[in-house]
Every structure is written in structure tokens, then in C-alpha cells.
């Protein structure tokens, strides 16, 4: 799915845009960007992606699934136990074209306490009440919006819709659900992602569905450790 990685690389890079607002004091907001920055010091333990790409009417599909062998600087390190359909003979298979790690930083730019957000309270969402937070961002031809909703009194996240619009360059959502934890309020359980390049004579489509289990905590330091053993079943 070679054809389609550059274009997620610009999406990615296009996503991190500085956040703009005016200092924000709603107490539950705060909460809420306090957990973002806590789910940051988990990650997942099995990662499946199921990757689909469309261009010119060619479509490639590619099932990936990963486990966390280790760390190397803080930074987790992951096998690839199985990858449909099979890397061609003699080859191996690399670091995942379509790693979310760019669009996860972009969003995470407007999960700032200084954001101008707008509050919705008693919003339902599968069967229960939420706090629907909203935060819209432009910047030339880029126009982000994030609908992130959060348990009322602890501000723990349930789900989170990114979009972004460019103008002559692409059409991206971002569906990420999160799964109660213990020690972490919560943490992401899926992603589903959506491109549609809008470049010119460009006919092209990304989707990408990845599920995420088995969190474990990181390092303690940065520096702990290269790649170690995975963590334990």
C-alpha cells in the first residue's frame, strides 16, 4: 500500500498545528486534558490493523498484528506475528505504514487547557449521559474540529471524533473508543480512521481499523532500558 503512505504522511504532518485560544478554567476540561496526558504512559500490549487503500480504482487490503516485545528508550517496540496478505518471499516485514502516532499527536495539540472549547452537558451516547467537549481550530486551508466526550464528574474519556477538512488536499475522521481501566480511567479500544485525498486528478482512499488490547504501563524514565521481554499474559 505503498501509494497511499505519502499521503498519510501529509495528513499527519498537516494535523500538528499549534492551538489557539484563551486561558480556560472549566474544572472538568482540566480533568479531561489530565487524562489524555495519563493515557500517554500506557500502551497496548496487541495491536490488530486491518488497512484498506484505494487508488484508481485498484483497492489493496492489509491485516497486520502486532505485540509488544519490549521497549528502547521509553518508546514501545513491537513484533509483527501475522500480516495478510504475506510480505513477498525474502522480505520482511517493516515498521507499519500507517502508524497512528502522527494523527495522535496532531489531535492531541487541541487537548490543551487553554483551548476555546464549548460545553454541552447531559449528551447521550450509548445508553448514558456525557459531557460533550468541542474544540474548532482553522489555519489557512485547514479547518480541525475534535468532539470529545467525558464521563461528567471525573472527565475520564468515553469517545473522540477528530475531523479535518484541506482544502484541495484531504477529507480525515478519526472514531477513537475508549474501554474503562483500573489505573487509567480509561484507554483507547478502537480507532477507525477515513481519508479522502482531494488532490486534483487524485482519486484515492484510505481506511484503517485498528484495535488496541492488553495496556501495559511504560517505563518509568525515557532512558529505562532497551527491548526487553513482552509483558506477561
Not at 51 to 78: C, F, M, S
Request: charged share 25%; proline share 8%.
Amino acid at each position: 500500500m505503498k501509494p497511499y503512505a505519502a499521503a498519510f504522511a501529509v495528513v499527519c504532518l498537516s494535523l500538528v498545528l499549534p492551538a489557539q485560544g484563551q486561558a480556560q478554567t472549566d474544572p472538568l476540561w482540566e480533568k479531561a486534558v489530565a487524562h489524555a496526558a495519563q493515557m500517554k504512559k500506557w500502551a497496548p500490549g496487541e495491536v490488530q490493523l486491518l488497512a484498506e487503500g484505494r487508488a484508481d480504482g485498484k483497492i489493496d487490503r492489509t491485516r497486520v498484528r502486532q505485540r509488544l516485545t519490549g521497549w528502547d528508550k521509553g518508546n514501545p517496540v513491537y513484533e509483527t506475528t501475522q500480516i495478510e496478505p504475506p510480505p513477498e518471499a525474502g522480505k520482511k516485514p517493516g515498521k507499519s505504514e500507517f502508524d497512528m502516532k502522527g494523527i495522535g499527536e496532531a489531535t492531541e495539540s487541541l487537548l490543551r487547557t487553554d483551548a476555546r472549547v464549548r460545553r454541552r452537558d447531559n449528551q447521550p451516547l450509548h445508553g448514558k449521559s456525557w459531557t460533550l467537549f468541542e474544540v474548532a481550530q482553522s489555519k489557512g486551508p485547514m479547518d480541525v474540529n475534535v468532539r470529545l466526550w467525558v464521563d461528567p464528574a471525573t472527565g475520564v474519556a468515553h469517545q473522540m471524533e477528530s475531523t479535518m477538512h484541506g482544502t484541495m488536499m484531504m477529507d480525515m475522521s478519526l472514531l477513537t473508543a475508549y474501554r474503562p481501566h483500573p489505573q487509567a480511567g480509561s484507554l483507547p479500544s478502537r480507532f477507525d480512521f477515513r481519508m479522502k485525498v482531494l488532490v486534483p486528478f487524485v482519486d484515492a482512499t484510505v481506511k484503517i481499523a485498528s484495535d488496541m488490547e492488553r495496556w501495559v504501563p511504560r517505563p518509568a524514565e525515557a532512558g529505562q532500558g532497551a527491548a526487553g521481554a513482552a509483558p506477561a499474559r
